[in-house]
């Protein structure tokens, strides 16, 4: 099944989705390409390894995001989308440009962080919607015994919509000499992965916390008003310490209680059985009153029958070893702001 929209119909969707915007984070799980980086430890995802990341592998993978992507709402695109686990500029280059994902038009800013294994962080911004300002990478300073881990993103842009300057109504393809561009709202944007709980969670629990002390120290930089999102895997839940520490520092996580929209799935993500969420998407206070609607994307072609435990799964790539080709263990998290 692939969702394919043409250019003409999204730009349609842009000019009537002016006064929204949406943001999805999605952990892709393992979207290698299928070339070694040098200095980095992917040699799992190459073609004569165990796993033979063939590039016919690679090519379906990048697919299945994009089309993973596109069914996360009703006949529009998103306008940010927050990418967890993705190598590096190339798969990146790949899923926007050459992907059937193409024809939505995303451009990307990502980081080029010190992890062992190469995989960052990304953020897709529609650039009739979105006009980066600045952005930086953040790096998280190890501790003793805590591998190197992901850089957090920060980017910092102004929303936009085009303004017949005749009062007429917006043209299907924005032209710049019959419109004003007006820009709305200035957003912080922080795309986080944290450390992983391998090791044991109370073993790992201060690395987490570092890339949230982290997060907060350059947070504290911005102004009172400023309108904050944070988006990302933090492999905790949203009663976990790192997280309760972002809620005493002010963010607040208005995907704690998001379900399936579907009705299937009650969080992001499955392990040995039991539902949990460790993707979270946080807003500042000056975000919050324009809070639409916040869901969990379990459309059912993302999902598998868990004969284990009963019940569904996120259908993945790999079970395993058994190559499967699915899309991530992962769900999608989608957040609706209304202008």
Known sequence: MFLIITHFSL????????????????????????????????SEWL????????????????????????SCTDGSVPDLIALVEVENDSALIALTRRSLFRRAGYQYLMTQSSDLRGIDVALLYQPLLFRPL????????PLKGMRPTRDILYVQGETLHRRPDDG?????????????????????????????RFGGERATRPFRQQVMERLMAHISTLPAD?????????????????????????LHNVTA?????????????????????IDHILLSPTLLPFVDHAYINDAPFLLEEDSQYGGHRPLRTFNGMRYQRGFSDHLPLVVRLRW
């Open 11 to 42: 730009l349609v969707t842009h000019q009537a989705s002016a006064q929204s915007l949406t943001l999805v984070e999605l952990n892709c799980e393992n979207l290698f390409d299928a070339r070694h980086d040098e200095g980095k430890d992917d």
């Open 168 to 196: 007429a109504a917006p043209p299907a393809v924005p032209d710049s000499t019959a419109t004003t561009v007006v820009c709305h709202d200035t957003l912080h944007v922080f795309v986080v992965h944290a450390p992983s």
């Open 226 to 250: 400023a309108k904050i999102i944070v988006a990302g895997d933090f492999n905790d839940y949203h009663d976990s310490p790192s997280l309760k520490f972002l809620a005493s520092q002010g």
């Open 47 to 70: 073609p004569d390894a165990l796993r033979h990341w063939t590039r016919t592998r690679y090519w379906r993978k990048v697919n299945n995001i994009g089309q993973e992507l596109l």
């Open 257 to 277: 209680e998001a379900t399936g929209r579907y009705g299937i799935a009650p969080a992001t993500y499955r392990y040995q059985g039991e539902w949990r969420s």
């Open 134 to 141: 600045c952005y930086e990478t953040l790096h998280v300073q």
